[in-house]
């Protein structure tokens, strides 16, 4: 395992996973302390694996070395297997997100963007995204999609204008009715239960029937530290339709450009409280 962690570490430049140059560098790739943070892991740790001195990693620390050094999925299982750990599940996980999403959110920056399931769940989110929505990745379960916290929690719409309440809501279940009847599996059939037990308006809107896969439309969002936001939500589907990068660019003619750079320059978004993140 550690010889594969540096291999594959010192296949990548710092363009690769969307770090700036530094310069040239005495050896080839990613520094450890680079892998390390975009795995959200101590430099220390990282640098133990790789010198085979680190005690078994977890699921999730595999996971997220698999992120940080765009790993495909046969390369994921692998390096579970060499962890000694049981590889996800192909067909019950979504979490492994597709190298070829990453590359695409990498080089963005400038725009909100992230990676979700087609159930809604947020897998990765560049910075903008968070200080957008907030920090979306770390839910879990039913409670980590979308559409679950829009029916059963308020605070999921306090950043939305009352008028597009309605419109949201449509768009919601009929995006969820497309994507648990194309998936047919037990986590979209758990999820579309527990919102018919939860929510008199999510089966009102169930019974309709009506289906539409998002892939376009304009997004509001009234945020408490720079005013409304207008975005153009735009769509890119994986191979396998399981999972897609959500762009939120500006919409034309509005002042949101000049209010996600505001945004942007306020800092880091653990400093500050989000409002979307419930």
């Given at each position: 395992?550690?010889?594969?962690?540096?291999?594959?570490?010192?296949?990548?430049?710092?363009?690769?996973?969307?770090?700036?140059?530094?310069?040239?560098?005495?050896?080839?790739?990613?520094?450890?302390?680079?892998?390390?943070?975009?795995?959200?892991?101590?430099?220390?740790?990282?640098?133990?694996?790789?010198?085979?001195?680190?005690?078994?990693?977890?699921?999730?620390?595999?996971?997220?070395?698999?992120?940080?050094?765009?790993?495909?999925?046969?390369?994921?299982?692998?390096?579970?297997?060499?962890?000694?750990?049981?590889?996800?599940?192909?067909?019950?996980?979504?979490?492994?997100?597709?190298?070829?999403?990453?590359?695409?959110?990498?080089?963005?920056?400038?725009?909100?963007?992230?990676?979700?399931?087609?159930?809604?769940?947020?897998?990765?989110?560049?910075?903008?995204?968070?200080?957008?929505?907030?920090?979306?990745v770390r839910l879990r379960g039913a409670t980590g999609t979308v559409v679950y916290r829009w029916f059963t929690?308020p605070r999921a719409r306090a950043g939305y204008p009352v008028q597009d309440h309605a419109t949201e809501s449509?768009?919601?279940?009929?995006?969820?009715?497309?994507?648990?009847?194309?998936?047919?599996?037990?986590?979209?059939?758990?999820?579309?239960?527990?919102?018919?037990?939860?929510?008199?308006?999510?089966?009102?809107?169930?019974?309709?029937?009506?289906?539409?896969?998002?892939?376009?439309?304009?997004?509001?969002?009234?945020?408490?530290?720079?005013?409304?936001?207008?975005?153009?939500?735009?769509?890119?589907?994986?191979?396998?339709?399981?999972?897609?990068?959500?762009?939120?660019?500006?919409?034309?003619?509005?002042?949101?450009?000049?209010?996600?750079?505001?945004?942007?320059?306020?800092?880091?978004?653990?400093?500050?409280?989000?409002?979307?993140?419930?």
């Amino acid at each position: 395992m550690a010889d594969f962690l540096r291999v594959r570490r010192e296949a990548l430049d710092p363009g690769d996973v969307g770090l700036a140059g530094t310069g040239r560098r005495r050896t080839p790739g990613l520094r450890r302390e680079e892998v390390a943070r975009l795995a959200d892991i101590s430099t220390d740790y990282y640098t133990r694996l790789e010198q085979d001195r680190a005690p078994q990693p977890s699921p999730g620390v595999l996971r997220a070395i698999t992120r940080a050094l765009r790993l495909t999925l046969d390369e994921r299982d692998h390096l579970f297997r060499l962890a000694g750990q049981r590889p996800p599940d192909r067909t019950r996980s979504d979490e492994h997100v597709a190298p070829s999403l990453l590359r695409v959110l990498d080089g963005l920056s400038d725009v909100p963007a992230q990676v979700m399931t087609d159930l809604g769940a947020t897998l990765v989110q560049n910075d903008l995204a968070q200080a957008v929505f907030g920090d979306l990745v770390r839910l879990r379960g039913a409670t980590g999609t979308v559409v679950y916290r829009w029916f059963t929690d308020p605070r999921a719409r306090a950043g939305y204008p009352v008028q597009d309440h309605a419109t949201e809501s449509r768009a919601l279940v009929a995006d969820l009715r497309a994507a648990a009847v194309r998936r047919d599996d037990a986590q979209a059939k758990d999820l579309v239960e527990r919102l018919l037990r939860a929510s008199p308006e999510f089966a009102a809107l169930w019974r309709l029937h009506s289906v539409a896969v998002m892939r376009s439309r304009r997004k509001r969002i009234q945020h408490p530290e720079v005013g409304l936001l207008e975005l153009d939500c735009q769509v890119l589907v994986d191979e396998e339709r399981t999972q897609i990068l959500a762009l939120f660019p500006p919409a034309p003619g509005t002042p949101t450009a000049e209010r996600l750079a505001l945004l942007a320059s306020l800092g880091p978004l653990a400093a500050r409280r989000p409002f979307l993140e419930h």
